[in-house]
């Protein structure tokens, strides 16, 4: 590198000195001293403050000043608000060091966006230890910041301000956020002896929803942006993630490791009610575990709504619970005791249990019981399950029916039972392998009927194939599966099975969905059923022609070998002879494809019926945005509506809504 002469040296010194002097103080115009904000005092108020500690008023700079501030921090000598320098707190780039009072009255006229976020932050001073002042000869009742709901629950109505100055209350947010005219907002609202339809009146207003929405919202925004450590927040955030998922992987390896770790997992993982929700649903079941001890499961279902958040459902997991009487009796005693245990109210409860007879018995069951003691605990049976078992219900319905599935099985049987017949199912058929059945698993026979259905060729080829191997003993040719599947009644109802069993598939997945709903729920179910009609007989019939293409045999139905009735003697003319049907399609009809329509159908509004009559109750709830253009006649409607569900969710003296405020909140 070459040496700089002196000279240079110099003149390059020069110009960075230069440079340096016109960049100094360009940080300062970042950092600004002069807090001067329209319509504020300047700091001085704010060390007035710090020195008297009374909150004081920032004075209006135009139109109908206010001078007495004085005054008022004298009044609100008890103001139990302590107050904060808003420059601590304030989001705003430029901090704001001023106190705007805490009595409505006394805010400034025009309220800015800051003015606005000093004010959020402080949020509103309820006034609650003072000797009111006497109006009209009755004194404010303290009593209607809180608002009581017809359910006993107890409303806080934080949006409600009384102002000292004035003798009179006031709409926090409506007069922050709204800028229409209210009863409670230009003069406020004294009038004691109507508070309380007053205050009804103005909080089921559109315009105070809204006003309340945005300060809420604004209240929430202050609080995520400000708050200074959000980047702890993340660090946080991130931690919980890890050890979320930590707890995730060591649940997943839970089954190789010993049965104390294991108990101890389950009993760690049983969480602790810390829901503030009035209302919940149980979930219970029942299993025996390893031991023929007799295990409940209980699980707590609850609704989270809070300000300015998505309703949440959420569900937690209560723990084991040892049953040794597992009767209807026993277990509500159990149930009971283990809700009085965790401090939860009989009356907020709801129930959900399985199709097990001692919880849904209509007698004895647990759900009877519990109805018993609170007509309001509705029963709702697990759809998924009932699904199941009309599935179940249908499968034993008719002889085809029962041939069918036992066929199915035979098969799975055929080639699993040899390990050489195996081999050669496994060489041929690639997709699907054959499947059992199992009686509890529903899903089974979809897994059992669905290899069958879509390469039956490939498996009937297989059959044969193995049948006609000379070289093997007749044990394990075992022709007869072969002859069996040659039966074009087989095709017909495997074409019909399949087509039920694709459909419950479909109504299964949706409700299991979370997002799933009653009316829906009753709508997927009617679909499921009503889906196989007169006319699906002969798509059905023409299905299975294409499958006995497929194997190579004549597609007509055959006179199946049928139970004949004993031939009696005839006392009298009317009695009808008995006779079985000719017509082999009609036979098969009238005997399989009808016996599982019926059978399916019966099932269903049999197991179905709760649902339906807890649906009806509720039904015209789930259609709101429906109500938006209401005429006479339908508010007539509605409100009737709303009055049967009174009806149905009172027990004695205890309602859980008023048909008239939810009429109106409609
Ligand atoms: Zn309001």
């Not at 230009?186 to 309380?196: C, L, M, R, S």
């Not at 010993?258 to 829901?275: A, C, D, P, R, V």
């Not at 040659?486 to 479909?506: G, R």
Request: hydrophobic letters at 35%; aromatic letters at 10%; one cysteine or more.
């Amino acid at each position: 590198r070459k040496k700089l002469s002196g000279a240079e040296y110099r003149k390059r010194k020069a110009i960075k000195e230069a440079n340096l002097k016109k960049q100094a103080g360009a940080l300062k115009k970042f950092l600004r001293r002069d807090y001067k904000i329209k319509n504020l005092k300047s700091r001085a108020c704010l060390e007035d403050e710090e020195a008297t500690v009374a909150p004081k008023v920032v004075a209006p700079g135009e139109g109908e000043c206010r001078s007495d501030s004085e005054e008022s921090s004298s009044s609100c000598g008890n103001d139990n608000v302590s107050s904060r320098t808003a420059s601590a707190a304030s989001p705003s780039p430029t901090p704001i060091p001023c106190i705007i009072s805490s009595d409505a009255v006394l805010w400034p006229c025009s309220i800015t966006d800051n003015i606005r976020q000093i004010i959020v932050e402080q949020g509103p001073n309820q006034v609650k230890d003072l000797n009111f002042p006497q109006h009209g000869g009755r004194w404010f009742p303290v009593s209607s910041y809180m608002w009581r709901l017809r359910n006993s629950e107890e409303v806080h109505r934080e949006w409600l301000v009384y102002s000292v100055s004035k003798n009179s209350v006031f709409c926090f947010c409506c007069k922050l956020c709204s800028t229409c005219d209210s009863l409670l907002i230009p003069e406020g609202y004294a009038n004691w002896k109507h508070i309380h339809t007053a205050l009804r009146q103005h909080e089921m207003s559109t315009n105070h929803l809204d006003a309340y929405k945005s300060w809420i919202e604004l209240c929430h925004r202050l609080r995520f942006n400000k708050t200074i450590d959000s980047s702890h927040q993340r660090i946080l955030q991130a931690e919980t993630r890890h050890w979320n998922d930590v707890l995730q992987r060591l649940l997943a390896v839970s089954t190789y490791l010993g049965k104390t770790i294991q108990n101890e997992f389950i009993s760690l993982s049983s969480s602790k009610l810390t829901h503030k929700a009035k209302y919940y649903s149980i979930i219970c079941d029942c299993t025996r575990d390893i031991s023929y001890i007799e295990q409940m499961t209980m699980i707590n279902r609850f609704v989270k709504c809070e300000a300015c958040q998505q309703v949440k459902i959420h569900e937690h997991f209560l723990g084991f619970i040892p049953v040794t009487d597992s009767p209807g009796f026993g277990l509500t005693e159990v149930i009971l005791d283990q809700l009085k245990e965790m401090g939860l109210q009989l009356k907020d409860m709801g129930q959900g249990y399985d199709n097990g007879s001692n919880m849904k018995g209509k007698y004895a069951g647990v759900q009877k019981q519990i109805l018993e003691k609170n007509p309001r605990a509705l029963f709702v049976l697990c759809s998924s399950h009932s699904l199941n078992l009309v599935v179940s219900d249908a499968a034993v319905c008719s002889r085809h029916v029962v041939f069918f599935f036992s066929l199915l099985q035979e098969i799975y049987v055929f080639f699993s039972s040899s390990s050489y017949r195996w081999a050669v199912l496994k060489e041929h058929v690639s997709n699907f392998t054959v499947k059992p059945l199992s009686t509890t698993r529903w899903e089974s026979r979809v897994d059992a009927v669905h290899p069958i259905m879509y390469q039956l060729g490939e498996v009937y080829d297989d059959v044969l194939s193995i049948a006609n191997d000379t070289s093997k003993d007749l044990m394990t040719r075992h022709e007869a599966v072969a002859g069996k599947m040659l039966d074009f009644q087989f095709l017909c109802t495997l074409a019909i099975w399949h087509k039920v069993l694709n459909q419950v598939n479909i109504a299964n997945k949706l409700l299991q969905s979370p997002d799933f709903d009653l009316p829906a729920t009753i709508k997927v179910l009617d679909d499921a059923v009503t889906f196989l009609s007169d006319e699906g007989f002969q798509s059905v019939i023409e299905e299975a022609k294409q499958l006995a293409q497929v194997i190579g045999m004549p597609p007509e139905l055959k006179q199946t070998s049928q139970i004949r009735p004993r031939h009696k003697k005839k006392q009298f003319d009317y009695e009808a002879e008995d006779e079985p049907i000719q017509d082999p399609e009609l036979d098969y009809k009238v005997n399989c494809f009808y016996s599982i329509l019926d059978t399916a159908h019966t099932s269903v509004s049999e197991r179905f019926q709760q649902l339906h009559e807890v649906c009806q109750s509720f039904h015209f709830l789930y259609d709101i945005s429906g109500l938006n253009n209401l005429s006479a006649t339908v508010g007539v409607e509605l409100l009737k509506k709303c009055k049967d569900l009174q009806v149905y969710l009172s027990h004695g003296n205890n309602a859980d809504i008023d048909a008239l405020e939810l009429f109106d909140e409609l």
